[in-house]
């Protein structure tokens, strides 16, 4: 028991410091960008693929609402 309470926690640790180094990764790039001047651009080009993404989510979870 105490060996898959480790591998759990070892486990715990990637993904928490996967999410931390994505997080720094996405600001670091949105600083450069701000700093050149291009997040306003960036921005328009990324705005109407997260709407869809968005949308196509929420489509998800309206169907698999209706299926319980």
């Known amino acids: 028991m105490e060996r898959y ?4 926690l ?5 993904v928490a410091g996967g999410l931390v180094v994505l997080a720094l990764v996405v600001f670091a790039v949105a600083l450069a960008l701000k700093r050149r001047g291009r997040l306003d651009r960036a921005r328009r080009y990324a705005d109407p693929a997260a709407r869809a993404l968005f949308r196509a989510a929420a489509r ?3 169907d698999r609402g209706g299926r319980r």
Not at 5 to 8: E, G, R, S
Not at 10 to 14: A, C, D, Y
């Open 60 to 62: 998800r979870m309206e």
């Open 5 to 8: 309470l480790n591998f759990m």
């Open 10 to 14: 070892i486990r715990f640790g990637l």
